[in-house]
């Protein structure tokens, strides 16, 4: 999972749901003691959800890091770490400073996201495909109410933490967003948004604490907004 090349960590994922498709407990126990203190795994799936977090209007993340165990070293270099997107606006690498521990990405701020929409629509489904085996892999792990991967998803035991079920919200309210401005029907973006919804009832069932989380990321907001956007002509009564 620590391979740069985001393909590699998608096929990845993708051999891992395998393994546990239709609620492999044993594979489960086993990938979670893999996983769970393995900064690579939740890395790469920050990584792609925060793509698809550029395409909000909103400035949204979901990486938290404890400031005492990092004063001094919030340091970003604005030369070194800009990138281009694929659309050819300038934003700010998540990739880790030089000056950071290995494999731990630097404080993200609201310059690390884009206010527009600069990718082909071809190129955004792209981006959605590999998401969505993010998805089934994150869904596949908890099904089940396997309490000890949905735990890990909420909280992880390391220098900084990934909220994979705030980050699954945020995506959730990012495509509810581009499907209620795009004019034309996007199939891939309906699909995303239904694996989004079923990654977090499998991440939040039997869970308050992560159905809290849940709700702090406005998921009943994006529920009404997909709702009315389906029956926009309709008296809808929303959730």
């Known amino acids: 999972m620590s391979n740069p090349d985001v393909k590699i960590c998608v096929q990845i994922m993708g051999f891992l749901y395998t393994l546990v498709f239709n609620g492999n407990e044993e594979t489960q126990d086993c990938i979670c003691d893999r996983i769970a203190n393995n900064a690579n795994f939740f890395l790469s799936i920050y990584k792609l959800i925060s793509v698809i977090l550029q395409y909000s209007h909103i400035p949204k993340d979901f990486l938290s890091r404890e400031p005492e165990k990092h004063s001094g070293k919030n340091r970003i270099n604005d030369d070194d770490t800009r990138q281009q997107t694929p659309g050819g606006d300038i934003v700010v690498s998540i990739e880790e400073d030089t000056d950071f521990s290995p494999n731990v990405p630097p404080i993200t701020n609201t310059t690390s996201f884009i206010t527009t929409y600069p990718q082909p629509a071809d190129e955004l489904d792209v981006w959605l495909h590999q998401v969505g085996v993010c998805l089934d892999l994150i869904s596949s792990l908890c099904d089940g ?29 990012t495509l509810a967003e581009i499907k209620q401005e795009n004019e034309t ?35 009943l907001d994006s529920i009404n907004l997909i709702i009315n956007n389906s029956c926009p002509t309709e008296n809808v009564n929303t959730v």
């Open 145 to 173: 109410q396997n309490r000890k991967l949905q735990a890990i998803m909420k909280e992880q035991d390391s220098s900084f933490n990934i909220n994979v079920i705030s980050g699954t919200a945020a995506l959730l309210e």
């Open 185 to 219: 029907e996007s199939a891939m973006i309906t699909e995303t948004m239904t694996k989004a919804i079923q990654c977090l009832i499998e991440m939040c069932a039997g869970n308050y604490s992560n159905q809290s989380a849940a709700l702090d990321g406005q998921v």
